[in-house]
Every structure is written in structure tokens, then in C-alpha cells.
């Protein structure tokens, strides 16, 4: 006999929204394999983790032509880790897994012949598994692409309102943070979409630009950054066919390492948003989730880092933009205060994008930021001595020398 965790619905809590059979389905077909993608993805925290006790049975799978002895009923990532693969920081090249739900398909792997997410697939007697993905292209969950009429942290605040829309973006699935207000929980969570190769979104993304006549093409999520060949092969391709486009990532910051930065400039992309959101680790901690205080100021000092290089190393070349996830409920003007300093002593004239979170997925008991709140938030940016400076409000967004 082996103790297992497996999720089980709450009856209690749930409300039957439909969520985990449309939209981050499971893959286990009645027999919990134990991956939490709909204890980590349910709005309503409805799934509770239990243990059990169950007979032990093996399974026999072949990886890269070698037979492995299995315990049957875990999820391949499991699977593979038992039997010696070790996952890569989701920074590196190489195999990872760091969104957990089955978005970002880093954790891909050849299965039987075709590409397939190894953190939320069962083992399977029989199965025939490959690691070298490099051969075939990579996939991703991607929602879009669309028309946006203000676009986001580092889309340059003077090109907004000048057309209809500034930027066509797309929007990718699977993030390595748990926010439970996230702002964009439907695509972050969505693990049953149809799955893109870069090329394919490329194409798609360029075709809307040039439909809607936008000066950038965007990519946002989720977090684009967490399948590093997919995100480097898209810019790739945009790049090719999206000549005279500025080319925009926006993204958390947390798996942003100087060498991944280079190689997504060296790419095409020319126009970069972080979102460190706070400027204190318990404050960092209380919006992104997250428990593990070392992972926390990992992806935290990662962030702020990834801020410091862009701004010194590709000042001139790529556009930079700052987002901060402002909320009552977690932060004050002291760290507001705070966090125009560490801008300003990068460089003052960074614009800074402070997002007024909204009731959203697990969190819907904030109260959304008023229109009044938000220009104190803005005034006391600018009283650090930041000089583009962009508040986004319950009616409009709000930049450098906006009328209010
Ligand atoms: S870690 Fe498996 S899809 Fe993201």
C-alpha cells in the first residue's frame, strides 16, 4: 500500500461555475494523479487536498527507448523525476515546469509520438516518452489576438490615444505565481485550449496589428517568460514578419536573468514591462500568494534586478516600463514612497504604470481603488522625483501631465 495526496471537491464551497470541466480541465479521467492544476486554479477554493492510501501497482514506461518501473496513478512529471530527469529553473534552458496547471507547456515532452504536458498527464503502462523536444517546435496556450486601445506597462504613454488602438496583443496561459486577485485568472488557468507553436501566434498577432494599424504587437498573460524557447522563437518570427512594429513583452520579472533578457533583445523584442508590484517582500508575498519566503525573494530581487539591467544595459533601445500592483488592501503610501525612490535611483524618467487592482478570482472582497486614490498614488510617485508617471483608474488611465 502507498499514502498519496489527492484533490477532492469541497461540496460546501462549491458553486458549480463550470470552471474545472471548460476551462482547466482535468486529465486524470476519475483517478486523482495528484497534480493540483484545479486545486491551484478553482475561483472558488473548492478542491482540498486529502490523503489516501491505495494498493501499489507499477507501470512500465520507456524513456528515450530505456524501461522504467513506475507507480501507476501519478503524473508523468512525477514519473519522470523518479526516474532520474531533473526539471531545470524555470530561468534556464532545458526542461521545466514552472506553472504546475498545464498553460505554459515548458514541461513538455514527446509522448507517443507527440508533444504533451508532463505536470498534468497520468502515467500510462506502455507509454513511450522522449526528451529531446528540441526537435520539434514548442507549443503554448495562447488567448488572441486583439485590439487594444491602451495596451500595457511599457506600451510608450505618448502613443496611447493617438489611434483607436495602440497595440494587438496576445495573451498566454500559465503563470509561476498564485495572486489570488489575479487580474487575468481565465487565460492564466486555461489549460484546455488549443496549444500554438511561436510561428503560428506570430503570424496571427501581426496579421491584427496590421488589420487595426497598431504601432506594437504585444505579448502578455499568464507569464510570457515560462517557456523560454517558445517566447524567444516567437519575438523570432514577429521580428521577421512584423518589420517597423515595436515589439513589446510584458512580464512578472521573475525569471528574467540577464542572459534571458539578451537573448529576447537580440530577438527582436525592443520593449520590455516588469511588474515588481510591491516594493516590500511581505508585501510581495500577501499579492502573489506566495508561502516559500526564499522562492519569494528570489523571483522579487529578480525582478527589481531585471528593472536595474534593462535600464543600464539597453537604455536607448528598448523602452522600458514599471508596473506596481497597487492596492489598499496590501500596501501604503510609505512603500508607495518607498518604491518611487528605488525607481528614481535607477533612473527618474522610467515610466511606471500603477495598476488599481480590482476584485478578481480569489479576492473578491477588495474594494477596486478610487479615481481620488489613485492620483494620491500618482502624486506620491511623483514626489520621488519620478517623471512619467501613469495611474490606471476605475475611468481611464491617467499619465505625465494628464488633465484630471
Ligand atoms: S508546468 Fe506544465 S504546462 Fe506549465
Known sequence: MSTRNVVVTDAVRCVDCGFCREVNVCRSQGECSGCLS????????????????????????????????VPSGITL?????????????????????????????????????????????????????????????????????????????????WEVGRAPYVEAAVWTAGCNLRCPQCQ????????????????????LLVACGKLYGTKGLAISGGEPTLNRRWLVGFFKELKRLGSGFRLHLDSNGTVLTPDYVDEL?????????????????????????????????????????????????????????????YNAAW??????????????????????????????FRRRDIKRPSYKEMLCVKETLEGAGLRTVIVQTSVGHVGPGQPR
Open 184 to 203: 487575468n485568472w481565465r487565460i492564466t488557468y486555461d489549460n484546455s485550449s488549443a496549444a500554438v507553436s511561436p510561428s503560428e501566434a506570430a503570424r
Open 265 to 325: 533583445v537580440e530577438s527582436g523584442c525592443n520593449n520590455i514591462g516588469i511588474e515588481p508590484k510591491a516594493g516590500r517582500l511581505e508585501t510581495y508575498m500577501r499579492i502573489t500568494g506566495l508561502k516559500d519566503e526564499e522562492l519569494a525573494r528570489e523571483y522579487f530581487d529578480r525582478s527589481w534586478s531585471a528593472v536595474k539591467y534593462i535600464s543600464e544595459r539597453y537604455s536607448g533601445t528598448v523602452y522600458l516600463g514599471v508596473g506596481i500592483a
Open 38 to 69: 484545479c486545486y491551484y486554479a478553482c475561483p472558488y477554493e473548492a478542491k482540498k487536498i486529502i490523503e489516501v492510501v491505495r494498493p501499489l501497482k507499477y507501470v512500465t514506461i520507456k524513456i528515450d527507448g530505456v524501461e522504467h518501473a
Open 331 to 360: 500596501m501604503g503610501f510609505e512603500e508607495l514612497a518607498e518604491i518611487g525612490d528605488r525607481i528614481a535611483s535607477i533612473d527618474p524618467k522610467i515610466q511606471v504604470t500603477v495598476l488599481d487592482y480590482f476584485p478578481s
Open 77 to 157: 512529471k512525477e514519473a519522470l523525476r523518479l526516474s532520474g530527469l531533473v526539471f531545470s529553473e524555470p530561468w534556464k534552458k532545458g526542461i521545466t515546469a514552472p506553472c504546475g496547471v498545464g498553460g505554459c507547456w515548458a514541461c513538455a515532452v514527446i509522448v507517443d509520438g507527440a508533444l504533451e504536458r508532463a505536470c498534468i498527464t497520468p502515467v500510462k503502462d506502455g507509454m513511450e516518452v522522449e526528451l529531446d523536444v528540441e526537435k520539434v517546435e514548442p507549443l503554448r496556450i495562447v488567448h488572441g489576438p486583439e485590439p487594444h486601445p491602451v495596451g500595457g506597462k511599457a506600451t510608450p504613454w
